[in-house]
């Protein structure tokens, strides 16, 4: 399951839990076929990983940065998971960011235009710029 930055992973988590306690686990308890076994009949559940939301942080000096370079003014937020979330949560700020649509990707026939590769070959060497000056620390001051 993917939530949203405003879901309770943890909530979701356990309302799960709950039904599958209060109403599947009971039932299968019943089923004739599991008369040998029906003490031990029921659902296992495992989480194998947590994946945290990438939050929105405008204010970020990874935002500043790719404002700084593209001179976009504004940013969005999209509904595809990404790890960018697990680099947030441990302080380093953090943005999604390249060249393509998504509604392109993960598609039988996905692609990125030409185009969409230049502007970002452009942009790695005007980060490569940035990145290569003295200071360039003081973007973020």
């Not at 990874?62 to 790890?83: C, M």
């Not at 700020?93 to 070959?121: K, L």
Request: hydrophobic letters at 40%.
């Amino acid at each position: 399951m993917r939530i949203i930055p405003t879901d309770d992973g943890e909530a979701i988590e356990n309302r799960v839990r709950e039904f599958i306690s209060k109403e599947i686990d009971p039932d299968l308890k019943t089923v004739p076929a599991l008369e040998h076994a029906a003490d031990q009949a029921g659902v296992t559940t495992t989480l194998y990983n947590v994946v945290p939301p990438l939050v929105p942080d405008t204010a970020s000096a990874a935002e500043q940065l790719i404002r700084h370079l593209t001179g976009l003014n504004n940013s969005g937020v999209v509904s595809f998971g990404t790890e960018a979330g697990l680099f947030q949560e441990v302080g380093i700020p953090t943005v999604v960011f390249g060249p393509g649509s998504i509604t392109q990707a993960h598609q039988p026939d996905e692609f990125i235009e030409i185009s969409q590769i230049q502007e970002c070959m452009d942009f790695i060497y005007r980060l490569v710029g940035w990145a290569a000056e003295d200071n360039p620390q003081n973007l973020f001051s």
